[in-house]
């Protein structure tokens, strides 16, 4: 026969104490019950884990003051261009500065000769005019430096006295060469045999180099180096010891900066 006494299985046994407590009793006052501790906030765990993380910001901040600085230094430098250029650009539509222009009106030579062992000699003399086609501007030589060719080979150098020339003026200029002795490379002398050979003309180049500068009351430039070319001078020089001038009329010369 089943015994009714015996408790079923499979169900947790109940209390017998009616107020939960177990048969040992209340616990004590002021037991402690230990709790789970709360969790790290996120910055914390952000510091711990990120010790550098102070510098790095110190560091951003340095990069971007910097960053700061070289954008205003570059918009001031790109201002001062702009300024200066607009400034430039301004004098420049008021003054219209214009190249002096040059040309040669006579070129002569006397005693022209070429010995045996490629030695030249003679004396020349080269008249010029220089024009100043500026309405607001002088312009100011020094430094004048002449010299004849024979295609790219010199002949001769000498210099002319520096000059001042006002607005719209012409000066004459007068440049006299000597040459005694001097060595001619045999490339030249056989081209100036050749051109003899054919018809007794000998074509011949002047340049002039000279420092320049343009001036408007209170406003001027630096100076500049001026270049002159005066080229198909054609003179007839038919023999050793011929004199010649200077065939055609003037040259216009082309000039340059």
């Not at 045996?116 to 501007?137: C, G, I, Q, Y």
């Amino acid at each position: 026969m089943e015994d009714r006494n015996r408790p079923v299985t499979g169900y947790p046994a109940a209390n017998p104490q009616p107020n939960g407590y177990s048969a040992a009793g209340p616990p004590a006052a002021g037991t402690a019950y230990p709790y789970a501790a709360a969790a790290p906030p996120p910055s914390a765990y952000y510091y711990q884990s990120n010790p550098y993380q102070h510098h790095n910001y110190q560091y951003e901040a340095e990069s971007i003051r910097r960053a700061t600085c070289l954008r205003r230094i570059f918009a001031f430098v790109i201002g001062l261009v702009v300024i200066f250029g607009t400034i430039t650009f301004i004098v420049w539509l008021v003054l219209r500065p214009q190249l002096p222009e040059f040309r040669v009106d006579s070129f002569s030579i006397s005693n022209f000769t070429i010995g045996n062992d490629s030695l030249t000699s003679f004396t020349s003399e080269v008249k010029l005019t220089a024009r100043n086609p500026n309405k607001k501007m002088t312009l100011g030589y020094d430094h004048i430096d002449t010299a004849i060719f024979y295609q790219s080979y010199s002949l001769s150098e000498t210099s002319v006295a520096p000059f001042y020339q006002g607005t719209k003026n012409e000066t004459s200029l007068t440049a006299r060469f000597a040459d005694a002795g001097s060595f001619l490379e045999k490339t030249a002398v056989d081209g100036i045999t050749r051109e003899r050979g054919k018809n007794g003309n000998v074509n011949f180049n002047v340049r002039v180099i000279s420092r320049v500068r343009f001036e408007a009351k209170a406003w001027r430039t630096r100076r500049r180096f001026l270049k002159v070319f005066c080229g198909d001078l054609v003179l007839g020089l038919r023999t050793n010891g011929a004199s010649a001038a200077l065939t055609g009329g003037p040259r216009q010369c082309r000039v340059g900066i």
